[in-house]
């Protein structure tokens, strides 16, 4: 996978935001971009810079036209995010992707930006463009990338699921430098990029539907998003391993083989298990064209050996 695909994607899937947005744009005097880091030939707007500046005194760094979008204010897309006053002036401030605080994005291959927002900000920005297109929820971030997915909106007619790349943001935060320092698109389940604010971390989705499935067929669809009921292989991925409860656990599991060969092995993703599961376990049904169908029962004689 090409290391600009998220970029081309978000790039894409932005382009109603820098039509008529009032900011200047430059041929740069620098090696690359002071965000991303790629050389200005390689960005999706080569050649082309934008001004940048961290805080009042931080000084002014040249930034793709890509890593800047996520600094654009759009009264016509979003809305006003507030008013700001000083003195006896006041000025109206709009939205901008890289101050959604608490909300995520999926962009589909086809470059369709889907936004997922509190509901404080969905209130806020429900009139603009993109809320009247439908292209707002308030749903998890989570929840609407399975719900796309299910849609078949991340894969395209014809393709191998996936294959051609969407991205997902689970924060857009306030710090759009990191979360634009180092963007992946996502093509496969097994890695689905998290991209956000605290920089970019791979989830084994793969694993976890693998995981709701053994649950789903060991009748503990109810335990499944209860961190008590995780506690012990949460406790252990976080190096606090507790045997005599993990003992306990083992005992109250059906067949805990399955279920301990089905969970993700990173664990960071074990601790995502909980909150992962929620969002999964309603929907497995529909997702179950991304299961591995279960190996057939056919004896292996001396396969161990
Ligand atoms: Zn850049």
Redesign the pocket.
């Known amino acids: 996978m090409s290391r600009h695909l998220a970029?081309q994607r978000l790039f894409a899937a932005t382009h109603e935001l820098r039509v008529g947005a009032e900011f200047s744009r430059f041929t740069p005097d620098t090696p690359?971009?002071?965000?991303?880091?790629?050389r200005w030939s390689e960005?999706e707007a080569p050649f082309q810079a934008a001004e940048y500046r961290y805080g009042k005194s931080g000084e002014p760094e040249q930034?793709?036209?890509?890593?800047?979008t996520p600094r654009i204010p759009s009264e016509r897309l979003l809305g006003l995010e507030r008013y700001n006053h000083t003195g006896n002036t006041t000025t109206p401030i709009y939205g901008k992707l890289g101050m959604l605080v608490g909300s995520g994005g999926i962009i589909t291959p086809r470059n369709e930006l889907y936004l997922t927002l509190p509901p404080k900000l969905h209130a806020k920005y429900k009139k603009g463009e993109w809320g009247q297109q439908g292209r707002l929820s308030t749903d998890k971030p989570l929840a609407r990338l399975l719900d796309l997915l299910i849609a078949g909106a991340l894969s395209a007619p014809g393709e191998r699921p996936l294959e051609q790349g969407f991205v997902y943001i689970e924060n857009w935060g306030r710090k759009a430098d990191i979360l634009?320092r180092r963007l992946l698109a996502t093509t496969s389940l097994k890695e689905v990029w998290c991209n956000s604010e605290q920089g970019v971390t791979p989830l084994d989705l793969q694993a976890i539907l693998e995981t709701a499935q053994v649950l789903k067929t060991l009748e503990l669809t109810n335990q499944a998003d209860r961190l008590v009921f995780w506690k012990p292989i949460t406790d252990a991925a976080r190096g606090q391993r507790d045997d005599a409860a993990f003992d306990a656990w083992l005992g109250k599991v059906p067949d805990p083989r399955a279920l301990l060969m089905a969970l993700p092995t990173d664990p960071f993703d074990r601790l995502r298990l909980p909150a992962v599961l929620r969002e999964v376990m309603p929907r497995l049904s529909a997702l179950e064209a991304y299961l591995t169908p279960a190996p057939p029962q056919t004896q292996r004689q001396g396969s161990l050996f």
């Open positions: 970029y690359s971009c002071a965000c991303c880091n790629r960005v930034v793709c036209l890509t890593c800047y634009m």
